[in-house]
C-alpha cells in the first residue's frame, strides 16, 4: 500500500468524482483509475461503485476512510518533525483570508513576513468566511483568517483582532444632517445592499439588525455584491446604504465620499480569528506565520480600527 494510492483515495472520497480528483492532484483520470484498482486489489475489497453519473463509496470504502485518513495524518505529521529539525524555515504557505483580512490586514502584515521569513513563499487567496473555514478543513490552505467562527469543526480559532462594522451612507445632504448617530428609524427606511451568504459580515450585521427589531428578510435591497470594495463603490454613487467593516470603510470616509454611523442603541462589534486544522500538525512556515500575525495583531498599529465619526 503507497501513500499515493491513499492520497487519491481520500480526494475522490471528499470528491466523489475520479475526474475533480484527477484534476486536484494534477494527474490524469486513467492514473487516479488505476491507483484505486491497485488499492482495492491490495485490500481484496471493491471501494467504489462506479456509475455513469456519479461515484459512490461502497460499506467497505466507508470503513476504509478513517484508518486511510489517520495514515496520511501519521505521514504529514513524520514529515512536519523532520523538516522541523532543520531551522530554516522555507516552502509555499497557502492562507485563505475573508475579505477585510484579506485586504486591510494582511498588507500591514506581509511586509514583516517576507522579511523575516525571505525562502517562504506566501499565497493569500480571497473567499468568505464559511469558504475559508472549508479550505482550511479540506486541507487545500495550512492556515486561514476569518470574520467568523464555526462550532462542531475541527479548527483551532484563535481571536486576532476587533473589527468594528458601521453604518455606510451616502455623503449627501440628508445623512450630512444626522450627528454622530443614525436614527433607527432613517435605517428602516433606507435601501440596503447586501453581502453574499457566507459573509462574516453579513452574518455580524443580520444579527444586528433583529437586535433593533429589523427582519433581514424584510430589508429594502436593491442588490448583492460579494467585496467590501463594491459595496462602498456602490454607497458612493447612492446605490444605497450597508453595513461593513470600519477597517475597510475608513480610507473613502477621509476622501469625503461616504458617511460613516454607529448606531444609537450600540455599535456593531466582532472579532478577526485566525484558523487552522486541529488534527493536522503545521508546518515550520505555518507555525511561523501564526506567530508573527499574533505579535502583529497586539500593536496598536494593527488592532487599533477607531476613528472619529462625525
Do not use: W
Not at 484563535?158 to 440628508?174: E, F, G, Q, R, Y
Not at 453595513?243 to 477621509?254: G, K, T, Y
Amino acid at each position: 500500500m503507497h501513500f499515493k494510492q491513499l492520497e487519491v483515495f481520500l480526494h475522490v472520497m471528499r470528491l466523489k468524482s475520479f475526474s475533480r480528483a484527477a484534476e486536484a492532484l494534477y494527474l490524469s483520470q486513467p492514473t487516479v483509475s488505476a491507483h484505486i484498482r491497485s488499492l482495492e486489489d491490495e485490500l481484496g475489497a471493491q471501494l467504489f461503485i462506479r456509475s455513469t453519473k456519479e461515484i459512490t463509496p461502497t460499506r467497505a470504502g466507508k470503513s476504509f476512510h478513517p484508518y486511510a485518513a489517520e495514515l496520511m495524518t501519521i505521514q504529514e505529521k513524520a514529515l512536519t518533525d523532520l523538516q522541523k529539525l532543520t531551522t530554516e524555515v522555507k516552502g509555499v504557505l497557502t492562507i485563505a483570508c475573508s475579505t477585510v483580512p484579506s485586504q486591510y490586514l494582511m498588507p500591514q502584515i506581509l511586509p514583516q513576513l517576507t522579511s523575516q521569513y525571505p525562502q517562504v513563499f506566501f499565497t493569500i487567496k480571497q473567499y468568505d468566511s464559511q469558504d475559508v473555514i472549508q479550505k482550511v478543513i479540506d486541507m487545500e490552505a495550512e492556515v486561514g483568517i476569518c470574520g467568523s467562527k464555526k462550532e462542531r469543526v475541527p479548527c483551532v480559532f484563535v481571536p486576532i483582532a476587533a473589527d468594528p462594522l458601521v453604518v455606510v451612507t451616502p455623503n449627501t445632504p440628508m445623512y450630512q444632517s444626522f450627528g454622530p448617530h443614525l436614527p433607527i428609524e432613517e435605517l428602516k427606511k433606507a435601501t440596503f445592499i447586501l453581502r453574499e451568504e457566507g459573509s462574516g459580515t453579513r452574518k455580524e450585521s443580520e444579527q444586528f439588525l433583529l437586535s433593533i427589531g429589523l427582519e433581514p428578510n424584510h430589508l429594502q435591497s436593491s442588490v448583492q455584491l460579494h467585496s467590501t470594495e463594491s459595496i462602498l463603490q456602490g454607497v458612493r454613487n447612492g446605490l444605497g446604504v450597508s453595513i461593513v467593516s470600519q477597517r475597510a470603510a475608513r480610507d473613502f470616509a477621509d476622501m469625503g465620499l461616504v458617511r460613516l454611523f454607529y448606531m444609537e442603541t450600540e455599535s456593531l462589534h466582532r472579532m478577526l480569528y485566525l484558523v487552522y486544522h486541529k488534527n493536522h500538525p503545521l508546518t515550520p512556515a505555518a507555525e511561523a506565520f501564526i506567530e508573527t500575525v499574533t505579535q502583529c495583531c497586539k500593536t496598536e498599529n494593527v488592532k487599533k480600527s477607531s476613528l472619529p465619526l462625525s
